[in-house]
């Protein structure tokens, strides 16, 4: 075999540059010479394109983390966020799989519980208006660039926060106004309705901060009166069908009273711990049950049933 050329056709080899090999992938051949500037040239454009290749998908990887803060790219948990370059790269590469993507999400989602758990608990204490990004922040554990990562202000926060929760009340209040109601007696009836409703208001103080006040984001709003509506015809139902003979405008006046009631009673078991929540709660189921009890209970036989209409 014919040994391979040591002189200056190597070099290029050696840099990166391809050399010419013969078909049967021997010694490497002489090419002929090129003028010395069109050699400079071409190693140049080469050496651009491969910079400008390998800074692209630099750039791509970073640009997330940059724009949230210089801390935030060390958070493994912001990765689905900002690796979109990063998995581009590696997903040309030997041995990879769904698995890391999969495993980065998850911890995205862990991230983004923690981080909406803080909020709620500042949302408590401070109120809408007193909170900040930089107290959830602290309230979480983590720096304010790593909650930039997933929520670019407080606003966002909040309406992540109020549509989980939104989303649990519909599901508490469709279990409380069930039809097989209907059959228990009125304090019985009472229980099944009411307290699903006042403990998940007592679990998740949140809620009530969330759904009140001016300051709150719109949309936010816009969803409780959607649910407020229908809370109240779901009220009406129960009444209609407890009392089939109610007439209908009374029973849209007797079922926005009931609200009113049971919402001005759960501010007073809001505001209060222990034992007094449960006496507070005991008082308005009375409230409730007095109101209700000689509408939903026949009167005695022989005498009508007693009311007082107001103008």
């Avoid at 992540?160 to 039809?179: C, I, K, N, V």
């Avoid at 409703?197 to 969330?210: D, H, M, S, T």
């Avoid at 809001?270 to 209700?292: D, F, N, Q």
Wanted: glycine share 10%; proline share 7%.
């Amino acid at each position: 075999m014919p040994e391979a050329r040591t002189g200056k056709a190597a070099a290029p080899a050696q840099s990166g540059e391809q050399g010419v090999r013969s078909p049967r992938g021997g010694s490497t051949t002489e090419a002929p010479a090129a003028e010395p500037g069109a050699s400079a040239a071409a190693t140049a454009g080469a050496t651009d394109g491969a910079r400008t290749g390998a800074n692209t998908g630099a750039t791509n990887g970073a640009t997330g983390g940059a724009a949230a803060g210089p801390d935030t790219a060390e958070d493994p948990a912001a990765e689905p966020r900002t690796t979109a370059g990063a998995d581009g790269g590696a997903a040309n590469g030997p041995g990879t799989g769904a698995a890391r993507p999969r495993r980065r999400q998850a911890r995205g989602e862990a991230r983004i519980a923690q981080l909406l758990e803080a909020a709620a608990n500042v949302f408590r204490v401070s109120g809408y208006n007193g909170a900040s990004t930089n107290a959830i922040a602290r309230e979480a554990g983590v720096s304010p660039g790593t909650l930039y990562q997933f929520f670019p202000n407080k606003e966002a926060i909040a309406i992540e926060l109020g549509d989980q929760l939104m989303h649990r009340w519909r599901e508490t209040y469709g279990a409380a106004f069930s039809p097989s109601d209907v059959e228990l007696p009125l304090d019985r009836m009472l229980d099944a309705v009411l307290d699903p409703l006042i403990a998940f208001n007592c679990e998740n103080p949140a809620f009530a901060v969330l759904t009140h006040g001016s300051e709150i984001p719109g949309v936010i709003t816009q969803e409780h009166d959607v649910l407020h509506a229908a809370m109240l015809t779901r009220t009406e139902q129960l009444l209609s069908t407890v009392l089939p003979d109610l007439p209908a405008e009374q029973a849209h006046r007797i079922a926005g009273m009931s609200f009113v009631l049971f919402k001005a009673g759960l501010d007073l078991v809001m505001s209060h711990e222990g034992s007094e929540r449960e006496a507070y709660i005991r008082e308005l189921k009375t409230v409730m049950y007095r109101y209700l009890e000689p509408l939903a209970c026949d009167p005695p036989a022989g005498e009508a049933a007693r009311r007082i209409d107001t103008p």
